[in-house]
């Protein structure tokens, strides 16, 4: 895999016609959110893009990435065939730039061969990602994520890590402070975990401590009032948490957050924040010392214990509910259902496993 290109200055967006021009791509499909569609820099950008470049424009209004809307787009864009695939948007835009990349250049799918895909056999589609969101990490991982009906499937390919990211603060511009929030609450969840994890090597942790010395301050500010600098630095934690959980995966806060999400519309970042509150008191005794410290310096405190209460306030700071309890979620039915519906191998990566009855003791908590 190439060194992934990162442009991260407000005004970036100018640059997609000459990258494009790079990748001597005769034809680009170009994905965004509806939302983004009505920026005038990217309107102006598509236009100036190369006479010699064909391009088809896809509006993505999923929720989540889902595979019957894969299958449909693939019917859609097989006669076409990108050479580049350019997405625009949060994670769930990203993700189907990646599924697109992924099966596009495949003679045919159905839903039971794509679900059986485990690694690419073919190359994938080049991707130019251009986050509008900071926080899902897609634009620094090797992840495809999708959801068939309310199960989370993922594929893992380092070819389908994006070769170019362009992250221009001007396109977060209209986030609303709850998105802010929820994708900032994310990318932290992913620095964090990436530092406790089994799979965490030196390399991943440097991306890590990285990622939170950029998120932990200046999440709140950028949640309150706003500004390029300060969403500048949001889209470049966010990027450096994706490369961290890159090389070492997610755990349990990811893993039990899911279940929230397809099933209960709670959005991704913050059901996982939900989940990291919970799960931290329970984790951090476990936490080998040299890691634990280093969580504890990007809390700026000695003390493990006070991390929890650090993280709530951080929760409630930004406008996000803290406990499954704000949101009427903390019967014995739904806790129950999040446990049960956790996938194991995902569990593994956590550090010395979880004490089921004591997490499900936390999740219920007001």
Not at 159 to 184: F, K, Y
Not at 271 to 298: D, F, H, N, S, Y
């Amino acid at each position: 895999m190439t060194e992934q290109r990162f442009i991260n200055t407000p005004g970036a967006i100018s640059q997609l016609p000459d990258v494009i021009a790079a990748f001597n791509a005769e034809r680009c499909l170009i994905l965004f959110t509806n939302s983004v569609s009505k920026f005038s820099s990217i309107e102006g950008a598509i236009r100036a893009l190369p006479g010699t470049v064909k391009h088809q424009q896809i509006v993505v209004r999923d929720r989540i990435p889902n595979l019957e809307a894969l299958l449909v787009r693939y019917k859609e864009l097989r006669s076409f065939m990108p050479q580049l695939i350019v997405a625009i948007g949060g994670g769930t835009v990203l993700d189907t730039g990646k599924l697109l990349s992924a099966f596009l250049p495949l003679e045919s799918i159905d839903r039971e061969s794509v679900l059986a895909t485990t690694s690419l056999t073919t190359d994938p589609i080049p991707i130019i990602a251009i986050p509008t969101t900071a926080g899902s990490g897609s634009d620094a991982t090797p992840f495809a994520v999708y959801y068939d009906r309310e199960t989370k499937y993922s594929l893992e390919d380092l070819r389908l890590v994006p070769q170019v990211v362009i992250a221009d603060a001007e396109l977060t511009a209209t986030l609303s402070p709850r998105q802010t929030a929820i994708s900032g609450i994310d990318a932290i969840c992913q620095a964090i975990e990436s530092i406790w994890a089994a799979r965490s090597n030196e390399e991943s942790r440097r991306y890590a401590v990285s990622a939170l010395d950029l998120l932990l301050p200046n999440l709140a500010p950028a949640v309150r009032a706003p500004t390029p600098e300060l969403r500048s630095k949001l889209l470049l934690g966010a990027n450096l948490a994706g490369r961290a959980i890159a090389i070492t995966r997610t755990t349990a806060a990811h893993a039990y957050s899911y279940c929230l999400t397809a099933a209960y519309g709670v959005a991704h970042g913050h059901a996982v924040g939900i989940c990291m509150l919970a799960l931290l008191p329970l984790t951090l005794p476990r936490v080998e010392k040299e890691r634990l410290q280093l969580i504890t310096a990007a809390f700026s405190t000695d003390e493990p214990a006070t991390i929890e209460h650090s993280f709530r306030n951080l929760l409630e700071d930004v406008g996000l509910e803290p406990t499954l309890a704000a949101l009427n979620l903390n019967s014995p039915e739904i806790l129950k259902r999040i446990l049960r519906e956790v996938d194991p191998n995902r569990l593994a990566n956590h550090p010395q496993g979880i004490d089921s009855n004591a997490l499900l003791a936390r999740l219920r908590l007001e």
